[in-house]
């Protein structure tokens, strides 16, 4: 099983620059998330989406756009990168809310 | 706002000792659900282990048991027989309860067993 897959690995941008980090599960979770994890902050919640078609802001979403193009799939876009969005950004995904979250392997993200 | 408090920024353990790693969390809820989840260097992240609040007897997985103390919101983890595999960081997580739900992460203990 892929779980949850999450694209791509690593990635560096210039400040300014935009990208779209995608993620997709298989296991017909009604619920998505994207967070973000820096040194010392532990995991901070960007946006996430309880189900399909909502989504809603997390603890830092500022510099952030989500979509939710179906119930397998939830991007997360940068449209202009800061050298602040310098991070490890993970996706996750959960059925219901006595089940833990299933956690993609991360994207390190360099904005310079 | 929910708030997870993990006051231990790195701890050390000889293998095969027993160690306690601490978590004290704040919530208005009355049913929620708490979590340990492990994130070794190959930044995977790993569910350890699970308390469901309603339920007084602590949670235990091969090894690895919590103390869970409701009333003082304390959930600390027990790693006994450490292992070199245990060397990771360790997050405790709290679940926001309600509908909409969301995990709130501490910021995370470094363990580190030593041979």
């Known amino acids: 099983n892929a779980g949850v897959t999450q694209t791509p690995k690593f990635q560096v941008l210039k400040t300014g620059q935009s990208m779209t980090l995608q993620c997709a599960q298989d296991?017909?979770?009604?619920?998505m998330y994207w967070y973000r994890q820096d040194p010392g902050m532990g995991l901070r919640l960007i946006y996430y989406?309880?189900?399909?078609?909502?989504?809603d802001k997390g603890e830092v979403p500022n510099g952030y756009n989500v979509s939710r193009l179906n119930k397998r799939e939830f991007s997360l876009r940068l449209e202009s990168a800061a050298p602040s969005q310098t991070s490890v950004y993970f996706c996750?995904?959960?059925?219901?809310?006595?089940?833990?979250?299933?956690f993609g392997n991360g994207t390190r993200l360099t904005v310079t | 706002a929910q708030t997870v408090t993990q006051s231990q920024p790195e701890m050390s353990v000889q293998e095969a000792e027993t160690v306690t790693l601490s978590c004290t969390y704040d919530?208005?809820?009355?049913?929620?659900?708490l979590f340990w989840y492990k994130q070794p260097p190959s930044r995977q992240m790993i569910l350890v282990i699970r308390?469901?609040?309603?339920?007084?007897q602590n949670a235990t997985e091969n090894r690895f048991s919590v103390n869970f103390q409701k009333a003082a919101k304390s959930f600390s983890l027990k790693i006994s027989d450490s292992q070199l595999g245990d060397t990771a960081m360790y997050f405790c997580?709290?679940?926001?309860?309600?509908?909409?739900?969301?995990?709130?992460f501490g910021k995370g203990t470094l363990l580190t067993v030593n041979p």
């Open positions: 996750a995904s959960g059925r219901v809310f006595d089940s833990p979250l299933h």
């Open positions: 296991m017909n979770h009604n619920s």
């Open positions: 989406s309880a189900s399909e078609g909502t989504t």
């Open positions: 919530t208005s809820e009355n049913n929620y659900y």
């Open positions: 308390q469901e609040a309603y339920k007084q």
């Open positions: 997580a709290s679940d926001s309860g309600g509908s909409n739900y969301k995990l709130t």
